[in-house]
């Protein structure tokens, strides 16, 4: 276990406390920062979040300059992405700060995208992300970040740029899972 891969690991450990610290009451109150009034719990919960995301970028950057890229890497790295957003929408859902049908759509896109991925893998083909899946993987970290810090700073300013985010998140999710079943079309078209 390379230290890419450690760091990967950490990104999943942080999803179950992530989830309890949001969805539990610990009694911690309410706070307001920038303009922003909520509960503690948001607070602590979206800045576990935002640096779990950001261990997706250090993994990275770290497995790729030192040629640490190893198969558990390939393997554990969309996992923890996609599990770490994937609980994250579904309790912006729950809290009633995500409109579900949004949050559907994105969830089934990353489920179609992960089965096309499968299939590929069985032909011995390992594609990598596209830029556009770059972009709307933090596209949504954005979103929910901005969602969780109940619109921190933009609150001040009468701007909706959480649910702006959000809208921003559903374009890229649509449009790179299309250009993802467009490049990739021959699995089907070939098919008996």
């Known amino acids: 276990m390379n ?3 450690k760091i990967t690991v950490s990104r999943i450990l ?3 406390v ?6 539990f009451d610990f009694g911690w109150g309410n706070m ?3 303009g922003a009034d909520m509960p503690v719990n948001h607070f602590i919960a979206g800045l576990i979040f935002i640096i779990a995301s950001c261990t997706d970028w250090v993994d990275g950057y770290y497995a790729r ?3 640490l890229v190893t ?3 390939k393997f554990l790295d969309p996992l923890a992405d996609k599990l770490l957003v994937a609980a994250a929408f579904i309790i912006l859902v729950e809290l009633g700060m995500a409109p579900s049908w949004i949050i ?3 969830l089934s896109r990353e489920f179609a995208v992960t089965g096309l991925r499968a299939i590929l893998a069985g032909e011995g083909e390992i594609v990598a992300a596209s830029q556009l899946g770059k972009i709307k993987t933090w596209a949504q970290i954005v979103a929910i ?3 969780l810090l109940h619109n921190t700073i933009f609150t001040m300013i009468n701007i909706p740029f959480d649910m702006i985010a959000l809208y921003i998140a559903l374009i890229f999710t649509v449009w790179s899972g299309w250009e993802y079943f467009y490049l990739n079309r021959r699995v089907f078209v070939n098919s008996k």
């Open 3 to 5: 230290i890419p891969n």
């Open 14 to 16: 942080l999803i179950p």
């Open 18 to 23: 992530f989830v309890i610290v949001i969805l």
């Open 32 to 34: 307001n920062f920038l």
């Open 65 to 67: 300059k030192y040629n």
């Open 71 to 73: 198969n558990l890497g």
């Open 104 to 106: 559907i759509i994105i």
């Open 145 to 147: 970040s901005a969602l």
